[in-house]
Each structure stands twice: as structure tokens, then as C-alpha cells.
T-cell receptor, first 113, second 110 residues
Framework: KAGVTQTPRYLIKTRGQQVTLSCSPI?????VSWYQQTPGQGLQFLFE???????NKGNFPGRFSGRQFSNSRSEMNVSTLELGDSALYLC????????????FGSGTQLSVL | QKEVEQNSGPLSVPEGAIASLNCTYS??????FFWYRQYSGKSPELIMF????GDKEDGRFTAQLNKASQYVSLLIRDSQPSDSATYLC??????????FGTGTRLQVTL
């Protein structure tokens, strides 16, 4: 069974640009969550999608948005990039929302110059 | 108060010793508790989960949960250098959101 797949693996952007990250969950998993990880803040929850609906949202500005498609694949968009957005963005999937185990992809390392 | 708190470490233990990692959480309605291991430059990997009070053992790992005291711990017996990593505690709260602690860095020395 294939794991969670994230693309691209690395990304370099400049301030003010926008970026879209992609995530394909484990087959059969309907919930996709996004996290931002930085050395100082650890893993910060961005949002979770289930059946194309956002179920939970973390404390990030509106520049961070996401969506989920009918095949459970998800995209995350960050507009008007800032230097502080440089981080590892991790996608994770689980069967449904709730207590089920969460499985992570390899992440997208975003560098904003 | 942070939702999930861990000592950042580093926690240094000699090879063969028991490593004890602790985590406290603030949401009394939390139902599910997880331990993830993250090697440098890699993504988190689930190693243990526990839903009920008490102990749960899996090989060299034991997860302990005490809901009354709102803490969960991870014991690693016979620690090996390959156990050196950051260990993340994660808790599913009443809103079904999974919240992570900032992690404890474990160093197993030869």
C-alpha cells in the first residue's frame, strides 16, 4: 500500500509569491491534515479536511488555505509569501477524523527568499 | 498553558538503559494519545498509541496513560543508539484535532 505522497519535495520562492503544495493520502483514507514544522515552533496544525470539507482549522492567517478533492487528494496554498513561511510542510492522512492513527508524508521543504 | 507540553531535552541516556519521556495535556476530554518518532530531516513516524488508562507494551516500548493526572509517558527499554531522535507526543482533543507537543530530543550514548 502506497504511503502519503507529497509534491514537490523542495520549493524555493521569493517574498510576495504564492505557492501550492499537493498531497495524496493513503488509499482509503478520507481525512487529510496539514502541519507546518519549524525548529522553534514544532509541529503547528494548519487545517484538516474530510470529504472535501474543512473540519478543523489552526491559528494561521487567511493567506494559508486548502482544499480537498473528491478523490481525497488535497492541496494547500499560501499567498503573498513571507520570509517566516519558510518551513517544512507536512501532510498526514487517516481513515476518518477522530482518534485514528495519523500517517505523514515526507513533507515539502519551502524556502522563501 | 500549552495544550500539549513536553520537556525539550535533550534527554541523554546510556546504551542499554531505560529512557523515560513524559507529556502532559490540558484538554480533559482528550481520548486518544500517540507517540511519534522523528529522525532529523525525516517526517514523524507513529510508534505507539494508547486509548485507555494503564500501560500498553510493544516490544521495547511501553506507553503509559493516566487520564486523572493528564499525563502520558513513553518508556524505551534497552535503549539503542538508533533510538536517538525527537519524540513527539500527540493528543486528540474534544474537537478531534490532533495536537502535538514540541518534542523531546533523546540522545542514546555509547
Amino acid at each position: 500500500k502506497a504511503g502519503v505522497t507529497q509534491t514537490p519535495r523542495y520549493l524555493i520562492k521569493t517574498r510576495g509569491q504564492q505557492v501550492t503544495l499537493s498531497c495524496s493520502p493513503i488509499s482509503g483514507h478520507r481525512s487529510v491534515s496539514w502541519y507546518q514544522q519549524t525548529p522553534g515552533q514544532g509541529l503547528q496544525f494548519l487545517f484538516e479536511y474530510f470529504s472535501e470539507t474543512q473540519r478543523n482549522k489552526g491559528n494561521f492567517p487567511g493567506r494559508f488555505s486548502g482544499r480537498q478533492f473528491s478523490n481525497s487528494r488535497s492541496e494547500m496554498n499560501v499567498s503573498t509569501l513571507e520570509l517566516g513561511d519558510s518551513a517544512l510542510y507536512l501532510c498526514a492522512s487517516r481513515l476518518v477524523t477522530g482518534g485514528e492513527k495519523l500517517f505523514f508524508g515526507s513533507g515539502t521543504q519551502l524556502s522563501v527568499l | 498553558q500549552k495544550e500539549v507540553e513536553q520537556n525539550s531535552g535533550p534527554l541523554s541516556v546510556p546504551e542499554g538503559a531505560i529512557a523515560s519521556l513524559n507529556c502532559t495535556y490540558s484538554d480533559r476530554g482528550s481520548q486518544s494519545f500517540f507517540w511519534y518518532r522523528q529522525y532529523s530531516g525525516k517526517s514523524p513516524e507513529l510508534i505507539m498509541f494508547i486509548y485507555s488508562n494503564g500501560d500498553k507494551e510493544d516490544g521495547r516500548f511501553t506507553a503509559q496513560l493516566n487520564k486523572a493526572s493528564q499525563y502520558v509517558s513513553l518508556l524505551i527499554r534497552d535503549s539503542q543508539p538508533s533510538d536517538s531522535a525527537t519524540y513527539l507526543c500527540a493528543v486528540t482533543g474534544t474537537a478531534s484535532k490532533l495536537t502535538f507537543g514540541t518534542g523531546t530530543r533523546l540522545q542514546v550514548t555509547l
